[in-house]
């Protein structure tokens, strides 16, 4: 064997390490050239084109910069960021910088290059005014967020088609061979396709992947929709291979140590269609108080810390509804099986039980492990008949729990009203709900049933979190809160200025210096617009004063609940938050450390990601909703609806439909009886000429227009004011 050559003495000496360049360039405070580095290093011109590469490699990953005369930088000398872009549908964007500490910088469109919507991408800061939002425009594309796309065909183009993203935020147009289109393309039919080169300014080869079939069949909208939000489908093997390994039913060897509640009457209350139960409930009447046992699915006794589910489960943060399917968090094995509350048989379970006087306080609540048996699996439906209308057909069939149900409902309404007492928050919005045929095809959209059958099951809940976060936070363990913010000052003070010309005006909160407004002050101010022309303004601009909930190692209160302890412990079936508090209930229960945690580093990165991973479910919703209403109203063109105006801009407002539950936008330039001014301090459009007025909350009778599902647009014209 011939022996190694020994390297001159400065070759090997710095290697290829791309650490080593980056801490040059650091110190050098400056651009430096490729020579100077070399020299820096101490190595040799022929190992220039070894530099090179590395150079490149550190290029591609936004790390290091070339500059026009052939120096490089470091981003953060350059006045560039890397980060997430996020494009609105106005067509603006917003880079999410990966450094959290800094704030969203704005892009306006000419300045996103060929950048997509979730491509994550550098951005220069462009000098601006202090006091501003920073302002960027956009250098480099490091990763495209959508390798693969769902894409529209729109027609041929000798021998090719031509395509556009079906995600109307992406502006580009794919170029597919026809050799790969298929038999009998049809406009409007739509491929899974993967992004190739890129052949001209905004045109890319794609390849195809898939035909998902017609757009206006709902089936393909949630296909596409789960693409365009890149939401996680099926499981790899080794995932369900690890799932199939795990027994059907606990063995009662899984009981021991458990307390044994199977001869307790815990009950399911969930909706007609839900498949997975991960909490059961029960309730004692305890002198003039009450006891609640709450029952949650143990999924952290089978799903390790590390294990490939749990990893899974990590990544995917939470499970993904949809109108027809579902895209859950463990396999079906584990959520509609195994962990699974089904009646009539043995589960394992942690308990959250809470002793709670006669006015709804509680006392000092308890944890641990224990095996249930469910006594019923009811629905919302027939606890509404049995306990709230006192149907006795209803009340026979399930005899059996119809006391406790009753003790139920007399506690859950003395939380409620304690909740409402300290300031819970309840803007009571309906829920839309899409109505298919059995073709699938949508033929209404109502708002969603609720009654106080859903409030039992929500006041438990609420409680169980509760009493989890205190037990956490008291016995100093880590635990995965559930924050909320407190309002928005500049929205909520734009919303005390505009009432403070009405009649409820005496009704303000009295802000104080450096104070915020308590949730209770603004629940008491919900309730005096109740019932008068300024109900509707006053819920809706209070709404958009709210921050959104995340999730945090830090306790911060819950500002929405009035809460301030409060935890996600409920459904570790479908929320991984609830699977990390699970982990530390463990721990407290045990006295030591049984089940592996993050560290506080670690926690605080896994409340982001799963802040993330919400947000993305919550956006996934919404522009599904958006389609199959889209898809629902096609057929309705002309027709004639009355509605009220949710919204308003300078270009125009939106009109929420009352025969349907959909919304739709009234431009300004379809108005042609004056030129309309807004005034956003007082939520109104003012005619110049006429001084007609168009106010939030306003009655209108409008015709539909148009609708574009490509847009996702749905179009109204004003006939008049009511």
């Keep these: 064997m011939a022996k190694k050559k020994k390297s001159k003495k400065g070759k090997d000496a710095w290697g290829l390490d791309p650490r080593k360049v980056i801490n040059i360039l650091r110190e050098a405070g400056k651009p430096l050239s490729s020579q100077d580095?070399?020299?820096?290093?101490?190595?040799?011109?022929?190992?220039?084109?070894r530099l090179k590469s590395v150079l490149h490699e550190l290029m591609d990953k936004g790390k290091v910069y070339r500059?026009?005369?052939?120096?490089?930088?470091?981003?953060?000398?350059?006045?560039?960021?890397?980060?997430?872009?996020?494009?609105?549908?106005?067509?603006?964007?917003?880079?999410?910088?990966?450094?959290?500490?800094?704030?969203?910088?704005?892009?306006?469109?000419?300045?996103?290059?060929?950048?997509?919507?979730?491509?994550?991408?550098?951005?220069?800061?462009?000098?601006?005014r202090k006091g501003r939002r920073a302002e960027g425009r956009i250098t480099k594309v490091l990763e495209r967020g959508h390798k693969t796309l769902a894409a529209r065909l729109l027609r041929r183009?000798?021998?090719?088609?031509?395509?556009?993203?079906?995600?109307?935020?992406?502006?580009?147009?794919?170029?597919?061979?026809?050799?790969?289109?298929?038999?009998?393309?049809?406009?409007?039919?739509?491929?899974?396709?993967?992004?190739?080169?890129?052949?001209?300014?905004?045109?890319?080869e794609v390849k195809f992947l898939a035909k998902l079939g017609q757009e206006d069949d709902p089936s393909v909208q949630e296909e596409l929709v789960k693409e365009n939000h890149s939401i996680p489908r099926a499981f790899a093997q080794h995932v369900l291979a690890e799932a199939n390994a795990l027994p059907e039913h606990p063995s009662p060897q899984d009981w021991e140590g458990r307390e044994d509640l199977r001869?307790?009457?815990?009950?399911?209350?969930?909706?007609?269609?839900?498949?997975?139960?991960?909490?059961?409930?029960y309730v004692e009447k305890e002198g003039k108080g009450w006891r609640l046992w709450v029952a949650i699915a143990d999924v952290s006794h089978f799903v390790k810390a590390g294990s490939a589910l749990d990893r899974e489960a990590r990544e995917r943060g939470n499970s993904y509804y949809f109108p027809q399917s579902v895209e859950p968090m463990f396999p079906e094995r584990l959520s509609n099986g195994l962990c699974s509350l089904n009646p009539a048989v043995e589960r394992l379970v942690m308990v959250a039980?809470?002793?709670?006087?006669?006015?709804?306080?509680?006392?000092?609540?308890?944890?641990?492990?224990?095996?249930?048996?469910?006594?019923?699996?009811?629905?919302?439906?027939?606890?509404?008949?049995?306990?709230?209308?006192k149907d006795e057909k209803e009340r026979t069939a399930i005899q059996h729990v119809m006391p406790m149900l009753e003790e139920a409902e007399r506690l859950a309404r003395v939380l409620h009203a304690e909740r409402r007492a300290r300031g819970t928050l309840d803007f009571d919005l309906p829920e839309p709900e899409i109505h298919f045929n059995l073709y699938g095809e949508a033929v209404d959209i109502t708002p969603k049933t609720r009654h106080f059958g859903h409030q039992i099951i929500e006041e438990f809940m609420i409680a169980a979190n509760e009493a989890v976060a205190r037990m956490l936070t008291e016995s100093e363990r880590p635990c995965m809160y559930r924050i909320h913010p407190s309002p928005n000052p500049e929205k909520l003070g734009s919303l005390f200025d505009l009432l403070s010309a009405t009649e409820l005006a005496d009704k303000l909160p009295k802000v104080r210096g450096g104070e915020s407004v308590s949730p209770l002050e603004l629940q008491q101010l919900l309730d005096a617009a109740e019932g008068t022309d300024f109900e509707f303004l006053v819920n809706r601009l209070t709404l958009r004063t709210m921050m959104q909930a995340k999730y945090s190692p830090q306790n911060e209160g819950h500002y929405g609940?009035?809460?301030?302890?409060?935890?996600?412990?409920?459904?570790?079936?479908?929320?991984?938050?609830?699977?990390?508090?699970?982990?530390?209930?463990?721990?407290?229960?045990?006295?030591?450390?049984?089940?592996?945690?993050?560290?506080?580093?670690?926690?605080?990165?896994?409340?982001?990601?799963?802040?993330?991973?919400?947000?993305?479910?919550?956006?996934?919703?919404?522009?599904?909703?958006?389609?199959?209403?889209?898809?629902?109203?096609?057929?309705?063109?002309?027709?004639?609806?009355?509605?009220?105006?949710?919204?308003?801009?300078?270009?125009?407002?939106?009109?929420?439909?009352?025969?349907?539950?959909?919304?739709?936008?009234?431009?300004?330039?379809?108005?042609?009886?004056?030129?309309?001014?807004?005034?956003?301090?007082r939520q109104r459009l003012v005619g110049e000429r006429t001084g007609k007025q168009l106010r939030l909350g306003q009655r209108v009778r409008v015709t539909l227009t148009d609708v574009n599902l490509s847009r996702l647009e749905v179009n109204l014209e004003l006939i008049e004011p009511l």
């Design 263 to 281: 001869e307790v009457s815990f009950v399911t209350i969930d909706g007609a269609k839900a498949r997975d139960f991960d909490d059961a409930v």
């Design 561 to 681: 609940l009035a809460s301030d302890c409060y935890c996600h412990f409920t459904s570790p079936i479908r929320r991984y938050a609830d699977l990390v508090v699970h982990r530390s209930l463990k721990n407290y229960v045990a006295g030591k450390d049984v089940e592996a945690l993050p560290g506080p580093n670690g926690m605080k990165n896994l409340g982001g990601a799963l802040s993330d991973t919400e947000r993305k479910a919550m956006d996934a919703e919404r522009e599904i909703l958006k389609r199959l209403t889209i898809l629902f109203l096609q057929d309705k063109v002309g027709e004639e609806f009355t509605g009220v105006i949710n919204s308003l801009a300078d270009f125009g407002f939106w009109v929420e439909l009352e025969q349907v539950m959909a919304e739709g936008l009234v431009r300004l330039s379809s108005l042609d009886d004056d030129y309309y001014g807004y005034f956003p301090e």
């Design 67 to 128: 500059l026009k005369r052939g120096a490089y930088g470091l981003p953060e000398n350059l006045h560039i960021v890397t980060g997430t872009l996020e494009v609105q549908r106005s067509g603006v964007g917003f880079v999410i910088p990966d450094d959290k500490r800094r704030q969203d910088i704005f892009v306006h469109p000419g300045n996103m290059d060929e950048a997509w919507h979730d491509d994550r991408v550098a951005v220069a800061v462009l000098p601006g």
């Design 353 to 389: 039980e809470v002793p709670f006087t006669a006015d709804g306080q509680p006392g000092e609540s308890k944890a641990y492990n224990a095996v249930i048996k469910s006594h019923a699996r009811l629905t919302y439906a027939q606890v509404k008949r049995a306990v709230l209308d």
């Design 157 to 204: 183009l000798g021998d090719y088609y031509l395509l556009e993203p079906t995600e109307p935020r992406i502006k580009a147009r794919f170029m597919l061979d026809e050799g790969d289109v298929g038999a009998e393309p049809q406009p409007n039919d739509i491929y899974m396709v993967e992004v190739g080169d890129q052949l001209d300014q905004g045109i890319w």
């Design 37 to 49: 580095i070399l020299k820096t290093l101490g190595a040799s011109k022929k190992d220039k084109h």
